[in-house]
C-alpha cells in the first residue's frame, strides 16, 4: 500500500480522550501556561457522549482542580444524604450498617452526579481556557519518532472501505504532534494498551483485572424517588457464581442510577453477566422501587479492578497514562473519577515542568512519582487486598477481612502485606464442561427487558459501510475452540448482542454486529482465547448517552 500522506499539526501536549482524566490534564495545563498548545480528541460524537459511571463523586478531584467549580457552576447538586449497604438473598435483605465500615467507606460529602454533565462542563472551563478540543476524533493510530519515542497521533480517519483499506471516499486524517501525548482512553484503552506492550509496562506488576459494569436511568414515581440516596448491595442474583454487586444512586428530577457491576474473573462460561443484571430488578428492594417507573437509558462499560499493585508504569518517551488507562479504581468505594482528575492534574504539572525546562519526548518520571506516592496512591494502597481477598476466598470471608484490612491500613500497616491477584480474567475462564449452565427468566419487559431492546436505548450507532473494529486474530477460534470448550462465552458476555452463533446450513457460524458495540471492552479483557482485540472505530460511532 502506497505511503499515506497526512498533515501534522505541533502542539505542546495532545491528550487523546475527554473523560475526567483528560479534560483535567488540559484545564491544570492553561492553568499553568496560558501560552501552551493543548489539544483534547475524542471519540464521541460530543464530550460526555462515552461516558458511563455510577456516579457518585468524590470532590477531592475537583477540589484540587477548581477549587471554586460551586461558584462556577459545577453540576454537582445533589448531595449523599444517605447510604445504604445491604446483602441480598432472593426474596430478603440484611442490612449492613454504617459503623463498622472504615471511614474513606463513608460517602459523606460525595455527591451524586451524572458524570457525563460533569465532562460537558470540564469541558466549557477547558475551552474557556483555550483548549481546542475536537469531538468525533478518535485516534486510531500511534506515531513514533526517531528515537522511538510517542511523538503524536493519527486522528480523524474516516470513510475506510469495509475491508479496512483507503478507498476514493477515505480522509485519511491528520497527524497531531506532542513535546509529550497523555493517553487519557479509560479502561483498556486501546492506544495504552499498544504503549503498555510496546514497553512492556506491566512487567514486575500484578495482572490488571476488571469488571463489567452496566447501568440503566429510570425516571420513576416522584414518591418513592428519595434525592441524594446511595444504596449498594451484594450476593443475590450472583451468589458464589461471580464477585459483584449492585449500585441504586437517586439524582435529581426522580432520576435513579440502577447499575449492576460483575467481576469479569468469574470462571463458569455459562455466566450471563446482562441476564444477572435484569434478573437483579426483580428482587423487591428494586422492583418496588422501579414499579411504575420506565427505563430512559442503557449502557455498559469495563471498570478497572486491580488497584494498587496492577497499575502499570505509566510513563514512556513522549508519552504519559492517565486515570483509568492505567487503572485507578478504588474497588471497594466504586470510585476512579477523583483519581483520575488528580491524575490528569499530576500529569500536567509534569509536562508543564519538562517543557519549561525545554525537555521534549522524554519520561515523565515525576508524573509517576506523584501518582504512586501521592493522594492516588495513598487511597488505593489502603485498599489494595480487598478485590484479591475477594477473589480467593469469596464475599463472606472478604468482607470480614477485607473490612479488617482497610480499618488496619487506616492505621498504617497490614497484616497481609500486598496480595497478589495471579491470573487475568480471560484465564479465569474455566472449561464449560466442569460447570452447570444456569437458567435465566426472560425478560418481562416492564422491569426486565431483552439485551436488544436495551441497546437501542445507549443509541449507539456505526456505519454499516465501516471495517469492523472488533478484529479477529484467528478467526477459527470461535467455532473450533471457544465453542466446544467455552461454549463461546461471547453469546453471554458480551452486553450489547454484539456477538452470535448462528446455524448456517446446518454448520454454526460466529457473527460480529459490530454495529450494536457500546464500547465497553469486555471482549478485549474476557475472550478466554485472547484472540479478540477492539480498535478503534471512525470517530462519532459508538453509544450517545445522554445524562449517564
Ligand atoms: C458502571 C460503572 C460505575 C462507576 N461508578 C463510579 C462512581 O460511582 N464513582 C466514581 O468515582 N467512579 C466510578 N466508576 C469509575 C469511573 O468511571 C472511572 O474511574 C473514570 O471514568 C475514569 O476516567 P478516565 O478519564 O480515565 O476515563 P473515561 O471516563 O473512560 O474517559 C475516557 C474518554 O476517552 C475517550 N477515548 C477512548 N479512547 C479514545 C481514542 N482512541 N480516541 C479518542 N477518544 C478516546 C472515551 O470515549 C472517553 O470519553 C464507575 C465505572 C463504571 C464502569
Redesign the pocket.
Known amino acids: 500500500m502506497a505511503e499515506i500522506e497526512r498533515e501534522a499539526m505541533e502542539y505542546d501536549v495532545v491528550i487523546?480522550?475527554?473523560?475526567?482524566?483528560?479534560l483535567s490534564a488540559a484545564i491544570r495545563l492553561k492553568q499553568l501556561d496560558a501560552d501552551l498548545n493543548v489539544v483534547v480528541?475524542?471519540?464521541?460524537s460530543e464530550v460526555g457522549a462515552?461516558?458511563?459511571?455510577?456516579?457518585?463523586?468524590?470532590p477531592c478531584g475537583l477540589d484540587a482542580l477548581i477549587p471554586d467549580w460551586k461558584e462556577k457552576g459545577a453540576p454537582l447538586t445533589v448531595p449523599v444524604k444517605e447510604d445504604n449497604f445491604y446483602m441480598l438473598g432472593e426474596a430478603g435483605k440484611i442490612r449492613i450498617p454504617n459503623f463498622p465500615m472504615p471511614p474513606l467507606m463513608h460517602n459523606h460529602g460525595n455527591y451524586i452526579v451524572s458524570?457525563g454533565n460533569v465532562?460537558r462542563w470540564m469541558a466549557e472551563q477547558a475551552e474557556e481556557l483555550g483548549v481546542e478540543i475536537f469531538p468525533g476524533?478518535?485516534?486510531?493510530e500511534l506515531v513514533y519518532g526517531d528515537s522511538g519515542e510517542v511523538k503524536g497521533v493519527v486522528?480523524g480517519v474516516f470513510g475506510l472501505e469495509a475491508d479496512g483499506s483507503y478507498g476514493p471516499g477515505t480522509e485519511p486524517g491528520m497527524e497531531l504532534h506532542g513535546k509529550y501525548v497523555f493517553l487519557?482512553?479509560?479502561?483498556r484503552?486501546?492506544?495504552a494498551k499498544e504503549v503498555i506492550g510496546k514497553y512492556d509496562l506491566q512487567k514486575g506488576k500484578e495482572p490488571q483485572k476488571f469488571g463489567l459494569?452496566?447501568?440503566e436511568i429510570w425516571e420513576i414515581d416522584p414518591a418513592k424517588h428519595k434525592e441524594g440516596t446511595v444504596t449498594h448491595t451484594m450476593g443475590w442474583p450472583l451468589g458464589g457464581n461471580a464477585g459483584g454487586g449492585s449500585?441504586i444512586y437517586h439524582l435529581d428530577n426522580n432520576q435513579v442510577y440502577v447499575?449492576f457491576?460483575v467481576h469479569l474473573n468469574y470462571k463458569n462460561p455459562n455466566l450471563f453477566p446482562y441476564m444477572e443484571f435484569q434478573r437483579f430488578k426483580h428482587h423487591p428492594i428494586v422492583a418496588d422501587l422501579l414499579e411504575g417507573g420506565k427505563r430512559v437509558a442503557y449502557g455498559a462499560?469495563?471498570?478497572?479492578e486491580g488497584g494498587y499493585q496492577s497499575m502499570p508504569k505509566m510513563v514512556a518517551p513522549g508519552v504519559a497514562l492517565?486515570?483509568?488507562?492505567v487503572g485507578?479504581?478504588n474497588v471497594p468505594r466504586?470510585?476512579?473519577?477523583?483519581?483520575?482528575m488528580l491524575s490528569g492534574k499530576a500529569a500536567a504539572e509534569a509536562a508543564f515542568d519538562a517543557i519549561k525546562a525545554e525537555r521534549s519526548g522524554d519520561e515523565l518520571t515525576s508524573y509517576e512519582t506523584e501518582v504512586r506516592e501521592g493522594a492516588i496512591g495513598q487511597d488505593l494502597k489502603k485498599v489494595r487486598n480487598v478485590k484479591p481477598m475477594w477473589s480467593k476466598w469469596g464475599m463472606l470471608p472478604s468482607l470480614a477481612l477485607g473490612g479488617l484490612d482497610m480499618w488496619t491500613n487506616t492505621l498504617g500497616f497490614s497484616l497481609f502485606g500486598t496480595l497478589g491477584h495471579g491470573k487475568n480474567d480471560a484465564e479465569s475462564t474455566e472449561e464449560a464442561s466442569k460447570h452447570k449452565t444456569i437458567d435465566y427468566p426472560k425478560p418481562d419487559g416492564k422491569l426486565s427487558f431483552d439485551r436488544l431492546t436495551n441497546v437501542s436505548f445507549a443509541m449507539t450507532n456505526h456505519e454499516e459501510s465501516q471495517p469492523c473494529h472488533l478484529h479477529l486474530s484467528d478467526p477459527s477460534v470461535p467455532i473450533n475452540v471457544n465453542l466446544p470448550k467455552y461454549a463461546e462465552p461471547a453469546q453471554r458476555y458480551c452486553p450489547a448482542g454484539v456477538y452470535e452463533i448462528v446455524e448456517k446450513d446446518g454448520t454454526p457460524e460466529f457473527v460480529v454486529n459490530f454495529q450494536n458495540c457500546v464500547?465497553c471492552k469486555t471482549c478485549d479483557i474476557k475472550d478466554p482465547s485472547q484472540n479478540i482485540t477492539w480498535v478503534?472505530p471512525q470517530g462519532g460511532d459508538g453509544p450517545n448517552y445522554p445524562n449517564m
Open positions: 487523546v480522550g475527554a473523560g475526567p482524566a483528560g480528541l475524542e471519540k464521541g462515552h461516558i458511563l459511571s455510577g456516579a457518585v463523586l468524590d458524570m465532562c476524533m478518535a485516534c486510531s486522528a487519557s482512553e479509560g479502561v484503552g486501546s492506544l459494569g452496566m447501568k449500585f447499575g457491576v462499560r469495563a471498570i478497572t492517565l486515570g483509568c488507562s485507578m479504581v466504586i470510585k476512579g473519577n477523583h483519581n483520575a464500547h478503534t
